[in-house]
């Protein structure tokens, strides 16, 4: 009997914590695609506790991401949300033009952490599920951690 192979959102995500301010950043490691020195991404950004929009309550979602790290250029490619619980979708958006990465904040982060190596909050592990990043995530925001 043949097997599938699973699929993307059946795999185990790695999700490094990148940055902590309105929303608690987690770089995906296991999406980066790199095309020399440019890498194309996802980064899930969970929300504060509570979040909602309409009538339904959200845990964040993803956002696609461009980064050139030798420019320090970011191009926004596309969003997707997450409703509590972990429904996902739809992809929306185009890819915007790429622009200079801001010091200090999440790009800045997700950049160090995908075209450097940086590790912050080094105390927190790399987590594998998106209900995982949540649980880690939202007491941070409510504290206002640092890296």
């Excluded at 608690?24 to 991404?41: C, P, Q």
């Excluded at 461009?66 to 997450?82: E, K, N």
């Excluded at 622009?99 to 940086?118: L, M, N, Q, R, S």
């Amino acid at each position: 009997m043949l097997m599938a192979s699973p699929t993307r959102a059946e795999a185990p995500l790695q999700l490094r914590l990148a940055d902590v301010g309105r929303f608690a950043s987690f770089v995906d490691l296991g999406s980066v695609e790199w095309t020399g020195r440019v890498a194309k991404l996802r980064v899930l950004q969970v929300t504060e506790g509570g979040f909602t929009a309409g009538a339904e309550e959200y845990w964040g979602g993803w956002r696609h991401e461009v980064i050139d790290c030798d420019a320090r250029t970011i191009a926004h490619a596309a969003f997707s949300s997450i409703r509590a619980g972990g429904r996902e979708g739809p992809l929306m958006g185009e890819q915007r033009p790429a622009g200079p990465i801001a010091p200090g904040g999440a790009d800045a982060a997700t950049a160090k952490v995908v075209c450097d190596g940086w590790k912050p909050y080094a105390t927190t592990p790399v987590v594998t599920s998106v209900s995982q990043a949540v649980t880690v995530g939202r007491p941070l925001i409510e504290s206002g951690a640092e890296p």
